[in-house]
């Protein structure tokens, strides 16, 4: 079994910044992706950012050049660095792996909340 654990979530003022953490522990042979997922209220779940081991990323495009995902993959851990917010980055933000430790399988966190409010 894999768990996620995520830190970093908050409140903040519009133009302001926050760092989420997500780290990785279990029975783990590598993870070949991961990422943030967010949900606002009454909207489906969407990709936020995705990074693969060999540091290919992706990024929806209403955070490209505001939000930087990084790993260190000694540690099993991915950061979403978050500048620049807007009210409507307001959701829950998911970390989200690939896990490879017999068959791949994909693995959720229980979710941070991040609020962008004045």
């Known amino acids: 079994q894999v768990q996620l654990v995520e830190s970093g979530g908050g409140l903040v003022q519009p133009g302001g910044s926050l760092r989420l953490s997500c780290a990785a522990s279990?029975?783990?042979?590598?993870?070949?992706?991961m990422g943030w997922y967010r949900q606002a209220p009454g909207k489906q779940r969407e990709l936020v950012a995705a990074?693969?081991?060999?540091?290919?990323?992706n990024y929806a495009d209403s955070v490209k050049g505001r939000f930087t995902i990084s790993r260190d993959n000694a540690k099993k851990t991915v950061y979403l660095q978050m500048n620049s917010l807007k009210p409507e980055d307001t959701a829950v933000y998911y970390c989200?792996?690939?896990?490879?430790?017999?068959?791949?399988?994909?693995?959720w966190g229980q979710g941070t909340q991040v609020t962008v409010s004045s």
């Open positions: 990074q693969t081991t060999g540091n290919r990323t």
């Open positions: 989200h792996a690939e896990v490879v430790y017999g068959p791949l399988a994909r693995y």
């Open positions: 279990g029975s783990i042979f590598s993870i070949p992706t």
